[in-house]
C-alpha cells in the first residue's frame, strides 16, 4: 500500500460494488461489536441501495488512492443541521487520515450549505468511532439515543457502562 493521501470526490454510479463492499465491512464492525451476526440481514451490502434513497441524503463522496475507492462518506440535511452517515473506511486503511479527510470535506460541504450544527451517531459500544468523531471535532454532546431491548440476546456486556449526568448507562 503507498503512502499517497485520499482524493475526495463525489460518488459516482460506477462506485456501487465497491461501496456496497465498504457498506458490508462497516456491518461486520457492527456485527463484531456487538457479537450478533444477524445485524444487516443477509446482504449488508444492499442496504446502501436504500441510503442511496434516502430522502436527506444531499451528497456523497469517496475516498480514492491510487484509483481504488477506500472510503464513502454521505452527508444528510434536515433543516439546519447535517448528519455525516455513514462515514467508512477500508479496514486495510484505518488509521491514515481517509476518514479524517472524508469528515473534514463533509464538515466544509456543511459550512457551505449554512447549517448550524454537523451531527454523527455512531453506535454506543463504538469507542474507536466515538474517539475519532471527538479528535475530529466533535465534542458537543447534542443528543442522547437511548435503547429498551425487548428480546433476543443481551445486546449490553456486563461490565460496559458510563455514567452521564450521574446516570449509569450499560452499552
Same mark, same amino acid.
Given at each position: 500500500m503507498?503512502? @499517497?493521501s !485520499?482524493h /475526495?470526490?463525489?460518488?459516482?454510479?460506477?462506485?456501487?460494488e465497491r461501496?456496497r463492499e465498504?457498506w458490508r465491512?462497516?456491518t461486520?464492525?457492527?456485527r463484531d /461489536?456487538?457479537?450478533?451476526?444477524s445485524?444487516?440481514?443477509d446482504?449488508?451490502?444492499?442496504?446502501?441501495? @436504500?441510503?442511496?434513497?434516502?430522502?436527506?441524503l444531499?451528497?456523497l463522496?469517496?475516498?480514492e488512492?491510487?484509483?481504488?475507492?477506500?472510503g464513502?462518506c454521505?452527508?444528510l440535511?434536515?433543516?439546519?443541521?447535517?448528519?455525516?452517515?455513514?462515514i467508512?473506511v477500508d479496514? !486495510?486503511?484505518?488509521?491514515?487520515?481517509?476518514g479524517a479527510?472524508?469528515?473534514?470535506? @463533509?464538515i466544509? @460541504?456543511?459550512?457551505r450549505?449554512?447549517?448550524?450544527?454537523?451531527n454523527?451517531?455512531p453506535?454506543?459500544?463504538?469507542?474507536?468511532a466515538?474517539?475519532?468523531f471527538q479528535?475530529?471535532?466533535f465534542?458537543?454532546?447534542?443528543?442522547?439515543e437511548?435503547?429498551?431491548q425487548?428480546?433476543?440476546?443481551?445486546? !449490553?456486556?456486563?461490565?460496559r457502562?458510563?455514567?452521564?449526568?450521574?446516570?449509569?448507562?450499560a452499552?
Open positions: 503507498s503512502g @499517497a !485520499a /475526495i470526490r463525489e460518488y459516482e454510479t460506477s462506485d456501487l461501496c465498504l465491512s462497516l461486520q464492525r457492527h /461489536i456487538y457479537r450478533d451476526p445485524i444487516g440481514g446482504d449488508p451490502g444492499l442496504e446502501l441501495d @436504500a441510503h442511496l434513497a434516502h430522502p436527506r444531499v451528497k463522496w469517496v475516498a488512492i491510487d484509483g481504488r475507492v477506500v464513502l454521505g452527508l440535511l434536515q433543516g439546519e443541521e447535517s448528519e455525516l452517515e455513514p467508512v479496514p !486495510a486503511w484505518r488509521g491514515r487520515r481517509v479527510a472524508l469528515a473534514q470535506h @463533509a466544509g @460541504a456543511s459550512q450549505l449554512g447549517v448550524k450544527f454537523v454523527v451517531r453506535v454506543g459500544r463504538n469507542v474507536e466515538i474517539r475519532f479528535r475530529e471535532g465534542r458537543l454532546l447534542g443528543r442522547l437511548l435503547s429498551l425487548l428480546g433476543g440476546s443481551a445486546i !449490553a456486556e456486563p461490565g457502562s458510563v455514567d452521564v449526568h450521574g446516570i449509569r448507562f452499552f
